[in-house]
């Protein structure tokens, strides 16, 4: 009777499966503007015929029926829809979420849970402090926290976590997972927080440059793609096109928001996002294995001095809170590039001049490759101390994963990203560079927990200025000691 009951559940999980795959088809049939089929959920190099095995990624894990068990998933209510589906809208992200809890729900028999509370940068800490008290408390509540990456890693160095290199049934190696953010957090053989296709808003809140089509073309400003191609998409280029751009559109002789500008962004992340990709770490691991502060270099000056050149000259620049006056100024034509993350591809979908998506420029032609990073916003997944069942737990998380791989991650990237938001192939090329060379930094991913260590460059830039030592010098000792006792969650 039981495997009877294993094998019902599974088929209907299959044809749930199918039944998603299928409703994507349909929605590529109907692709309208472009003429362009908008993919399916299959991974990179896919197929129709593969549509069945790709349905099968959980048949990795053994064939478990929890009769019923809850999985409980603590999380920001502001990012609520990464795991919070209770039916299908027609939304494509939105179905995906529900199609992959609903697949793991029956393939294991099993209810998915969430538990929402407030969660906003600056707020983050208020989020902390409950949960500290919960597990403190001994509280079992939930099975995982789907935290602020900014905000909860600062937690950690309670103890109150369980390394996931001793979770049953995980294993961050396979390709779900990210080796990027596992190296990034990974300190003697200890990592209490992770990320990966689990978590849409790692994908969502990747940094890059859009670039309006038209002004490009206007000013001969080059073939932007072909240049990033080449390897030779650098600042200086980026720099130097944007200079071209300005006009006093409203005539007022003042620099101003009414203007056209050569880049635009807002004065937070996607200035933080500079940092990597001149192939600046906030902080490295030394020979002896342990974390050590790097930011404070000349090639942080360097660029600080070429962010300087650029936002505080003729115009150049305009940066705002107002995530939508910027998006107003993009849309009427008014900036050549545009820095943000992928979250603006789908307000930007309704712009009449065609755009284009492109890396973060390297710091010079002397620098090997680029360099991406998402925003300091997107969910790490952290096991409370009190898990009742850590087997289960893992389990759960494990599959949960997996199947975001099959079936959310490409609904988001393939479908979505690469077709209804793109305007051109070689955007989705671009897109692809982007993905591939993401990388993270403990220092920038912890600045909150380390009073601002990974911010004292973009306070800096905002004001044009570029004496980091002189800033850094001040807060030194107190960031050394920050930064030594936060690792010693991490000792033996």
């Known amino acids: ?64 029926d929890f009769g019923g068990e809850s999985f409980t998933i603590l999380q920001r209510d502001g990012y609520d829809y990464e795991f919070k589906s209770e039916e299908q809208t027609g939304d494509l992200i939105e179905d995906a979420i529900y199609q992959r809890n609903s697949l793991v729900e029956d393939f294991y028999n099993i209810k998915i849970k969430t538990i929402e509370k407030p969660y906003t940068w600056g707020g983050g800490d208020t989020f902390n402090k409950e949960l500290v008290s919960s597990i403190m408390a001994g509280d079992s509540d939930f099975d995982i926290v789907a935290g602020y990456a900014a905000m909860i890693l600062g937690a950690i160095q309670k103890g109150l976590f369980i390394n996931w290199y001793d979770v049953p049934n995980i294993n961050v190696d ?47 400003s080059g073939d932007f793609y072909q240049i990033v191609k080449d390897n030779s998409w650098t600042f200086d280029i980026m720099n130097e096109s944007a200079s071209q751009v300005y006009g006093d559109l409203n005539g007022n002789s003042e620099y101003d928001p009414g203007d056209m500008h050569g880049f635009i962004a807002v004065h937070s992340t996607p200035i933080d996002a500079f940092l990597p990709a001149f192939d600046i770490q906030v902080v490295k691991r030394g020979d002896d294995g342990w974390l050590h502060f790097t930011i404070n270099s000349e090639r942080t000056v360097g660029a600080l001095e070429k962010l300087a050149s650029m936002f505080f000259s003729g115009g150049n620049y305009a940066f705002m809170t107002a995530t939508e006056n910027l998006e107003v100024i993009f849309k009427e034509d008014r900036a050549l590039f545009y820095a943000g993350d992928l979250r603006l591809s789908a307000r930007l979908r309704d712009m009449e001049t065609n755009y284009g998506i492109l890396p973060y420029p390297k710091y010079d032609e002397n620098q090997e490759k680029y360099y991406s990073s998402s925003t300091d916003g997107f969910s790490v997944i ?21 199947a975001s791989s099959g079936i959310v991650v490409p609904a988001y990237y393939d479908v979505a990203l690469k077709d209804k938001y793109n ?70």
């Open 174 to 220: 396979n390709p779900w997972w990210s080796p990027q953010i596992a190296d990034s957090l990974t300190i003697n053989n200890k990592m209490f927080a992770m990320s990966g296709d689990i978590s849409l808003s790692l994908w969502e809140c990747m940094e890059c440059i859009y670039y309006n089509q038209k002004i490009a073309e206007n000013y001969s």
């Open 382 to 402: 952290l096991f409370p101390s009190t898990v009742s069942d850590i087997d289960f737990t893992g389990f759960i998380t494990e599959a949960l994963c997996a």
């Open 423 to 492: 305007r051109d192939a070689q955007s989705a090329e671009m897109l692809d560079i982007i993905r591939s060379v993401l990388v993270f930094d403990y220092g920038y991913l912890n600045s909150f927990a380390l009073d601002g260590a990974g911010h004292i460059f973009v306070e800096l830039a905002r004001r044009g200025k570029t004496d980091f030592a002189s800033d850094y010098a001040k807060k030194e000792k107190a960031l050394e000691k920050k930064l030594a006792l936060m690792q010693e969650a991490y000792e033996d």
């Open 1 to 64: 009777m039981g495997c009877e009951m294993n094998l019902t559940r599974r088929l209907a999980a299959l044809l749930l499966a199918l039944s998603l795959i299928f409703a994507v088809f349909s929605s590529c049939g109907k692709a309208g503007d472009s003429g362009k089929s908008e993919g399916t959920l299959l991974a990179d190099g896919a197929t129709e015929e593969t549509t069945e095995a790709e349905t099968g990624i959980l048949d990795f894990l053994p064939n478990k």
